[in-house]
């Protein structure tokens, strides 16, 4: 968990080649981890590296929600984030109230579909 928090600091700060690193670093010690997965892969589809990004995704078992989500993040595909946190909450994952607040994921409440996810959280929309 620290490894992920220091990349994804990198990343919130614009430092995207120590976040990269951070990811790779954090890769090694846990592939099987969709949420560091999901976030390597947007690293390397922002880098230009799309088709080692795609074989990382298609790694992922049964296409995990917040590996997806992470990767859509990063990408800066909202609509497609907005899609996987819909399914994370209809899989009533735990992380999907949890990661609601959190400074990665604020992007999404900018989408005017957030308050609907928000309402199946049981979440203020703000």
Partial sequence: ???????????LQGKLAEARQSAEDLFRIAPWNAPVVGFLAGLLAQAGEKE??????????????????????????????IDWYERAIEQRQPLAAL????????????????????????????
């Avoid at 968990?1 to 990343?11: C, D, G, K, W």
């Avoid at 308050?115 to 959280?121: H, I």
Wanted: proline content about 10%.
């Fill in 52 to 81: 080692r990004a795609d074989k990382l995704i298609a790694t992922m078992p049964g296409v995990i929600p917040f590996g997806m989500i992470n990767y859509h993040l990063i990408c800066s595909e909202i609509d497609a984030a």
């Fill in 99 to 126: 990661n609601a607040p959190g400074g990665f994921f604020k992007t999404l409440h900018s989408s005017p579909r957030w308050p609907k996810l928000a309402r199946m959280m049981n979440l203020p929309n703000a």
């Fill in 1 to 11: 968990m620290p490894q992920y928090v220091i990349a994804l600091s990198y990343f």
